[in-house]
């Protein structure tokens, strides 16, 4: 069924779709019935889990008018009214994979106060991540670094680029394959979802701190 949160061969294809309207038409179609479906279910849980009312944001892709998107996602964040200022999580697919992660991008004006809060004990907050997950500088390119392979200056480097760098980002979490078994499972999907946001808890906590104190 089209609303169920699992996913299939045929929607990572649809990244494979030539044009704007036509790809975005398949992404409406096949994908974001999914989105809300896991919409649906996270959302309650990550309430819970935040200790804050979270709200479902799926990607419109509004200011695209040539060139079709090469992944979509939907986002969760403590705001109705939008995210990307905003620490939040997301769910999404590239073409090869589906990612879900916790997310500081670019637009967000606490950056610089959470690569800083970070960066006073970087190994206590490399500890709190398991070794499978993976760590993103820009949300817009579907490769990342497994944390696994970080030294402490690999980390250290990527906090201070978010320091000092205007488009700099830091996201972390997992990628599963497009073939990976947990995909087709809505019960296995959903749960892995859930747990690896409570995984990066922390670091939302921490980014929801800087934010307050960046805003404030």
Request: include cysteine; charge should be negative; charged fraction near 25%.
């Given at each position: 069924m089209a609303n169920e949160p699992v996913f299939l061969n045929e929607d990572f294809r649809v990244f494979t779709i030539d044009g704007l309207d036509e790809r975005m038409e398949a992404i409406r179609n096949q994908i974001q019935p999914k989105f809300q479906a896991i919409a649906d279910n996270i959302t309650p849980a990550l309430t819970n889990l935040t200790g804050e009312e979270m709200h479902a944001h799926i990607a419109k892709h509004a200011r695209r008018k040539v060139n079709p998107p090469n992944d979509t996602w939907i986002a969760f964040a403590d705001n109705s009214r939008g995210y990307k200022k905003l620490p939040h999580f997301q769910v999404g697919l590239f073409e090869d994979h589906l990612f879900i992660w916790f997310a500081m991008i670019y637009e967000s004006p606490a950056k610089q106060d959470f690569a800083s809060k970070l960066l006073q004990d970087p190994e206590y907050y490399m500890n709190l991540i398991p070794e499978s997950f993976v760590w993103s500088v820009d949300h817009t390119k579907p490769e990342a670094d497994l944390h696994g392979s970080l030294e402490k200056g690999d980390f250290v480097h990527k906090l201070e680029r978010l320091q000092t760098v205007k488009k700099a980002e830091l996201l972390c979490g997992v990628h599963l394959a497009y073939d990976d078994d947990r995909l087709q499972?809505?019960?296995?999907?959903?749960?892995?979802?859930?747990?690896?946001?409570?995984?990066?808890?922390?670091?939302?906590?921490?980014?929801?701190?800087?934010?307050?104190?960046?805003?404030?």
């Amino acid at each position: 069924m089209a609303n169920e949160p699992v996913f299939l061969n045929e929607d990572f294809r649809v990244f494979t779709i030539d044009g704007l309207d036509e790809r975005m038409e398949a992404i409406r179609n096949q994908i974001q019935p999914k989105f809300q479906a896991i919409a649906d279910n996270i959302t309650p849980a990550l309430t819970n889990l935040t200790g804050e009312e979270m709200h479902a944001h799926i990607a419109k892709h509004a200011r695209r008018k040539v060139n079709p998107p090469n992944d979509t996602w939907i986002a969760f964040a403590d705001n109705s009214r939008g995210y990307k200022k905003l620490p939040h999580f997301q769910v999404g697919l590239f073409e090869d994979h589906l990612f879900i992660w916790f997310a500081m991008i670019y637009e967000s004006p606490a950056k610089q106060d959470f690569a800083s809060k970070l960066l006073q004990d970087p190994e206590y907050y490399m500890n709190l991540i398991p070794e499978s997950f993976v760590w993103s500088v820009d949300h817009t390119k579907p490769e990342a670094d497994l944390h696994g392979s970080l030294e402490k200056g690999d980390f250290v480097h990527k906090l201070e680029r978010l320091q000092t760098v205007k488009k700099a980002e830091l996201l972390c979490g997992v990628h599963l394959a497009y073939d990976d078994d947990r995909l087709q499972d809505p019960d296995k999907l959903l749960s892995t979802i859930e747990d690896t946001f409570e995984t990066v808890l922390p670091l939302y906590e921490t980014a929801k701190e800087a934010y307050g104190e960046a805003t404030s």
